[in-house]
C-alpha cells in the first residue's frame, strides 16, 4: 500500500510539473478537427498512436471501416488482472455557423486558463487528460500486477458501429475488468449511469393532390396528420421511472443538488422522460400547392432509470393508434437506461481520488446524456465517467479549463494505479 502511496506522489508531481506539455498537447488535439458527420478520425488517430510511441510505448491502429480510425494501447502485453480500461471518443459535433463563434472554432489558443475551441468539452479536454495520464504511467509500469489500456474511438457522436462496439467484439485487449471514461462529468461529479437514448422515427402518409382541392383533401395530408401526433408525442414527458433500492439516495441527493446549483432543469429531468423533436421533414414539391404524400419526424426521447424504451414505446403506439392506425414506426438507436452499482471497486477507488485530488467527495450522478459506457456494462464490464465541466457542451465557443485537465488527469492516474496496483 505504501508503494502505491510513492509512486502516486511521483506521478502527481510530474503531472504537475509538465502541466505545460498537457497544455500543448490538449491545444494541439483541439485544432484538428474531427467533425462527425463525418467523423474522419485518420489524423487525429495517428497523432495519437505517434505521441503513445514517442513517450516508448506501442500502439495499434484499427480501421474496420474506411477514415473510422481507432487507437488501443497497454501497458502489458500479457492478460494481467486486473486490467482497467481507458475509453474516449475522438469525434465531435459541427462546429455550426462560423459567426456564432467569437474565435477560429480551431484555434486551440490558450486564454485566461482555458484552452479553447471545438470538441474541448467533449471530450478532447478528458481524452488529453487521459492519454498524459496514461503516458506518464508508462513510466511506472514494473509497478504494475495489472494491466492498463488505453483505447481512442471514432463514430461515438453518431452511436454508430465502428468505434466502442466494434472494438469490444473484435480486439480482446479492451475487454477489462473495469472502464473509466473521461466524458465531461464536472469535477465534482462522478457519473455511474446514464438515461436511456432511444430514437426514433414516425411516418405519415397522405396522398398527392392539387393543394386547391385541401378543404375536401385534408385528412389525406401527411404534414397535418403529423401535427397532430406532436402533443400526444409530448405526452410521454408525463412518464417517471421508480429507481433501484441502490439508487435511490444517490438520485435523490443528485436533484438536491441540481436545485441548489440552480439547475431546476436537471432537477426535472431526472426521473421522467424527456423529449426532443430532431428533425421534420414533409412534402416534394418546391412550391406549398401539392399536398404532401408523406412526412418524417425525428424524435430523441431520454427515458430515465426505472423504465425501459419498450415500456416507452407501448405507451406511445397505442396512444398513436387511437388517433391514426397507420402511422409507420422506426426505432433508429435504442439503448437502456444502465448505470454500474455505487459498490463497485471502481466506484469507490474514483471517488476516494477525485476526494483527495479536489478535497471534496464528488456527487455520484445519474447521466442524463449517454457515452459510450452501456457497450462495456452489457457485457458485465462496470465503468464511470469521470471529465471537466460538462459547460459549455455542445456549444459554439466551446473550451476546457486547464485546472480542470490537471485535476482530471490525477484522477485518472490515482484511480488507475490503486486499480491495478492494489488487490
Ligand atoms: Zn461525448
Keep these: 500500500l505504501s508503494n502505491i502511496k510513492s509512486v502516486k506522489k511521483k506521478v502527481f508531481k510530474q503531472i504537475d510539473e509538465r502541466k505545460e506539455e498537457l497544455v500543448r498537447l490538449g491545444s494541439k488535439i483541439i485544432s484538428m478537427p474531427t467533425e462527425n458527420p463525418p467523423g474522419d478520425t485518420t489524423e487525429l488517430g495517428k497523432f495519437l498512436k505517434d ?18 480510425v481507432n487507437v488501443v494501447s497497454s501497458l502489458k502485453r500479457e492478460n494481467a488482472q486486473p486490467h482497467l480500461i481507458l475509453n474516449h471518443h475522438m469525434d465531435h459535433f459541427p462546429a455550426g455557423e462560423r459567426s456564432s463563434w467569437s474565435f477560429p472554432p480551431y484555434c486551440g489558443d490558450v486564454v485566461d486558463g482555458k484552452i479553447r475551441g471545438k470538441g474541448a468539452t467533449d471530450m478532447k479536454g478528458g481524452l488529453t487528460a487521459s492519454l498524459f495520464a496514461y503516458t506518464i504511467l508508462g513510466n511506472f509500469d514494473e509497478e504494475m500486477t495489472g494491466n492498463l489500456t488505453i483505447m481512442f474511438v471514432p463514430d461515438e457522436e453518431s452511436a454508430g458501429p465502428w468505434g466502442t462496439r466494434w472494438l469490444l467484439d473484435n480486439v480482446p485487449e479492451v475487454r477489462g475488468s473495469a472502464v473509466l471514461n473521461g466524458e465531461p462529468s ?52 408525463r412518464l417517471t421511472g421508480e429507481a433501484p433500492q441502490e439508487l435511490r439516495e444517490v438520485m435523490a441527493t443528485q436533484k438536491e443538488w441540481f436545485r441548489s446549483s440552480d439547475q431546476q432543469g436537471g432537477a426535472d429531468s ?74 463497485e471497486k471502481i466506484v469507490k477507488l474514483t471517488v476516494a481520488n477525485v476526494e483527495e485530488v479536489t478535497g471534496k467527495k464528488p456527487q455520484l450522478e445519474i447521466s442524463l446524456w449517454g457515452s459510450e459506457l452501456p457497450y462495456f456494462r452489457v457485457r458485465g464490464i462496470p465503468g464511470v465517467c469521470y471529465g471537466p465541466s460538462p459547460v459549455p457542451m455542445g456549444m459554439s465557443n466551446e473550451y476546457v479549463k486547464i485546472d480542470e485537465l490537471v485535476t482530471v488527469a490525477k484522477v485518472h492516474a490515482g484511480t488507475a494505479l490503486d486499480y491495478v496496483m492494489g488487490n
Design 51 to 68: 505521441y503513445i510511441e514517442s513517450k516508448g510505448l506501442s500502439a495499434n491502429i484499427y480501421e474496420p471501416k474506411k477514415s473510422m
Design 186 to 237: 464536472g469535477i465534482d461529479n462522478l457519473a455511474i449511469g446514464q438515461k436511456a437514448c432511444f430514437f426514433i422515427r414516425l411516418r405519415t402518409l397522405g396522398a398527392a393532390f392539387h393543394g386547391s382541392t385541401s378543404a375536401w383533401t385534408m385528412k389525406d395530408n401527411a404534414i397535418a396528420k403529423m401535427s397532430s401526433l406532436i402533443p400526444i408525442i409530448q405526452m410521454l414527458t
Design 270 to 343: 431526472l426521473e421522467r422522460v424527456t423529449i426532443n423533436f430532431g428533425k421534420i421533414k414533409g412534402g416534394t414539391s418546391a412550391l406549398p400547392n401539392v399536398v404532401p404524400e408523406m412526412c418524417e419526424l425525428d424524435v430523441d426521447i431520454r427515458v430515465p432509470i426505472g423504465l425501459t424504451s419498450r415500456d416507452v414505446a407501448r405507451v406511445l403506439q397505442s396512444e398513436i393508434a387511437k388517433v391514426d392506425r397507420n402511422v409507420e414506426y422506426e426505432v433508429t438507436q435504442e439503448i437502456d437506461p444502465n448505470w454500474t452499482s455505487p459498490n
